[in-house]
């Protein structure tokens, strides 16, 4: 008969939960990172990035790259991201949150091993079902003896990324993110403005071009939207899922050395530095480093067609994406030298 498992708190493992970060966000005008995770690679170039741009960080698992990783390994992934920044000379508030969390259990679950944050996608639920599924895992987080953190969401983001799938978005309606934050008591709320998932985020129809330069140009956020909901909730935190900016010199990169990414495109970093400045405080991105990844090993192995050892390609594709994310850090969300407001 095997022992029953052991509930893990998220402070063994150094790690902090959102609410001090999200505070200091709105009232300082930039957002939080919330960078997507699979692999060691991956989190090297988050730790990396953040520590030399000295920013607090939001490392974020959906539950298909749990499955991947596995969900031991992934706690002691998170443990030694903490131990990992301290080498690297800074001790930057790092947050474990799960992305787009189905249901009641699987937030459960992450809670009891170690996450610092969870993140209940009741948005396909009618809204009173929605209230009902979100309430139930706030209760249940915020019983916790060192309190997890909550992230709801109202409005559905159309687009494909891991477990996340819908042809249609709807946006959030102002008139109801009272009564649903009043009623399930959440942390932060997601909310649908006119991002999307995926690196396909906007339709060719939906889309200009740029007559001189031929680039597509997707429509504009609904700020309009935004605005209404900072009005009904005054200094509540507010999260965009879906906000990768999609980089042409990525996507340059992929078509050259073999691979298809007609019409892909994202949302402009303007936008975004633009919706940091207001009650936006995290800002989720994970398409854009996928891309970066991508591009660095396909144009490695075009360039050495030989090679084989992983650690020869898959270094240049953890220098690319630490770059890039010390890049959005700094110039695109604001956060850097954050860090040590944050703890």
């Given at each position: 008969m095997s022992a029953p498992k052991k509930t893990v708190s998220y402070k063994e493992l150094g790690?902090?939960?959102?609410?001090?970060?999200?505070?200091?966000?709105?009232?300082?005008?930039?957002?939080?990172?919330?960078y997507n995770f699979n692999n060691m690679e991956q989190l090297q170039a988050i730790i990396g990035a953040c520590v030399e741009s000295k920013s607090p960080v939001i490392l974020q698992v959906s539950a298909g790259a749990r499955q991947y990783a596995n969900q031991t390994l992934l706690m002691y992934m998170a443990k030694g991201a903490v131990e990992y920044?301290?080498?690297?000379?800074m001790n930057i508030p790092i947050a474990l949150h799960l992305d787009h969390g189905?249901?009641?259990?699987?937030?459960?679950?992450?809670?009891?091993?170690?996450?610092s944050s969870v993140m209940i996608d009741g948005s396909h639920l009618?809204?009173?079902?929605?209230?009902?599924?979100?309430?139930?895992?706030?209760?249940?987080?915020?019983?916790?003896?060192?309190?997890?953190?909550?992230?709801?969401?109202?409005?559905?983001?159309?687009?494909?990324?891991d477990d996340v799938v819908a042809e249609h978005s709807s946006y959030t309606k102002p008139e109801d993110v009272i009564e649903f934050v009043k009623q399930t008591g959440v942390d932060s709320l997601a909310i649908s403005i006119g991002t999307s998932h995926g690196a396909y985020k906007f339709k060719p129809a939906q889309c200009t071009k740029?007559?001189?330069?031929?680039?597509i140009i997707p429509p504009p956020l609904r700020f309009d939207i935004l605005e209404e909901i900072e009005k009904k909730l005054p200094g509540f935190p507010i999260v965009l899922h879906g906000s990768s900016s999609v980089p042409k010199e990525y996507v340059k990169i992929i078509k050259e050395t073999g691979g298809v990414?007609?019409?892909?495109?994202?949302?402009p970093e303007e936008q975004l530095r633009k919706a940091?400045?207001?009650?936006?405080?995290?800002?989720?991105?994970?398409?854009?480093?996928?891309?970066?990844?991508?591009?660095?090993?396909?144009k490695y192995f075009k360039e050495n067609p030989s090679h084989f050892d992983p650690r020869q390609y898959l270094g240049p594709a953890r220098n690319a994406l630490k770059d890039l994310y010390k890049h959005k850090n700094q110039h695109v969300l604001g956060s850097a030298g954050h860090a040590e407001e944050c703890m």
């Open positions: 790690l902090v939960n959102t609410k001090k970060m999200f505070e200091k966000a709105v009232a300082g005008g930039f957002a939080i990172p919330a920044a301290k080498e690297l000379g189905a249901n009641f259990e699987l937030c459960k679950s992450c809670i009891d091993m170690g996450f009618p809204f009173e079902k929605n209230i009902e599924l979100t309430k139930k895992v706030v209760e249940y987080a915020h019983a916790h003896p060192d309190y997890v953190t909550v992230e709801g969401e109202l409005g559905v983001l159309a687009g494909i990324e740029d007559p001189v330069t031929g680039d990414m007609e019409d892909a495109v994202g949302v940091a400045k207001s009650a936006v405080c995290k800002i989720n991105i994970d398409s854009d480093g996928r891309l970066a990844m991508t591009a660095m090993i396909r």
